[in-house]
């Protein structure tokens, strides 16, 4: 049985019973390795490929495709230890880029996740507004490099704050901070979730409410919003709210509550045991969106499933000749 003793000076010990993270984590992470990596390459190479008619969300999406690969990219070290009873053989600094990656890559997902949503809300909502399209990308472009530039100054604590320590004889890789540093880390970690989810779900949560006020009413009230467009803001809304509702807020609330817990001297140890084992088994999950945007890219842009079809078909095509043959 894996457990793992957390004590500091202030905080009173408690025993963590973490036998779950062998055969959880490894096992979703994989999957996720899996399908995220060539979905997300696809992703990037479609886009970059049609460069020459890059379109605002697409630009959004290009990046958003980038963070979710990079990421998917390390999770091999991650299956690795989790399969190794938490055993890390890779060293302090991968611990913390790990860590670092994996922050940066759910916060700059729900930013440009954002900028998506906002640039449908404006499709929507105020369809005869005339937006310069030269103008209209390069502004784009600026966006997502201060997003780039605000994960990095945001999430660049989570590379002070993880590190390596020593359970059981054995080197481990701590995902939040080490435990003496668990009261120093408590207001950065709220900090994070109230900047990096919280303002950004909200302001997601009243565009949609926006556009559904918009797609709700009748065809001449909606003016020049067809139903194409209708269309796709629907199956873009529904994605979103799919992607927040599996990944990011399952995962925010149960850190939040771990957070809180952690640092109470009055807390029982089975609580914190049952919110430790809540957020660790939330953790993998909220990696799941890397799978998931893809999915966003792929529903919301028809030309990609008549792209899809029209291989799919030749593919066939191909095999009857070869029978007949």
């Given at each position: 049985?894996t457990?793992?003793n ?9 025993t ?6 062998r ?66 053989p ?32 404006l ?20 966006i ?13 604590p ?32 709220i ?30 009230a ?18 979103v ?21 952690r640092?109470?001297?009055t807390?029982?140890?089975?609580l ?5 084992v ?44 070869g029978?007949?043959?």
């Amino acid at each position: 049985m894996t457990s793992v003793n957390l004590s500091t000076s202030i905080l009173p010990s408690c025993t963590y019973k973490e036998d779950f993270k062998r055969y959880l984590l490894p096992s979703i992470y994989s999957l996720v390795f899996i399908f995220g990596l060539p979905l997300n390459f696809i992703i990037i190479l479609r886009i970059r490929s049609s460069r020459h008619a890059l379109t605002c969300s697409k630009i959004y999406m290009l990046n958003l495709a980038v963070a979710d690969f990079l990421y998917v990219c390390s999770l091999p070290l991650l299956i690795y230890n989790y399969a190794s009873w938490d055993y890390w053989p890779f060293g302090d600094f991968t611990c913390r880029m790990i860590r670092f990656q994996f922050y940066s890559n759910l916060h700059g997902s729900i930013f440009f996740l954002t900028c998506i949503s906002f640039q449908r809300y404006l499709g929507i909502c105020h369809p005869l507004t005339p937006w310069p399209k030269q103008g209209g990308r390069k502004l784009a472009w600026i966006i997502c490099a201060g997003i780039w530039v605000a994960v990095l100054v945001l999430c660049a604590p989570t590379f002070d704050f993880a590190a390596t320590g020593i359970q059981r004889n054995r080197t481990v890789c701590y995902d939040l901070s080490i435990p003496d540093r668990a009261l120093e880390y408590f207001p950065y970690g709220i900090a994070l979730t109230c900047l990096g989810f919280i303002l950004p779900f909200l302001v997601i949560v009243v565009l949609y409410c926006k556009m559904a006020r918009v797609l709700c009413q009748t065809g001449e009230a909606r003016g020049d919003t067809s139903a194409e467009k209708k269309r796709k803001a629907v199956k873009m809304i529904i994605i979103v709210m799919l992607v927040f509702a599996i990944s990011f807020l399952p995962f925010h609330v149960t850190k939040t509550l771990y957070l809180l817990v952690r640092t109470l001297p009055t807390a029982p140890c089975e609580l914190r045991n049952i919110l430790s084992v809540a957020y660790k088994s939330m953790r993998p999950f909220a990696s799941m969106n890397s799978v998931l945007d893809p999915i966003l890219f792929y529903f919301t842009q028809p030309q990609n499933r008549r792209t899809t079809k029209g291989l799919l078909l030749k593919i066939t095509s191909f095999k009857d000749k070869g029978a007949k043959v």
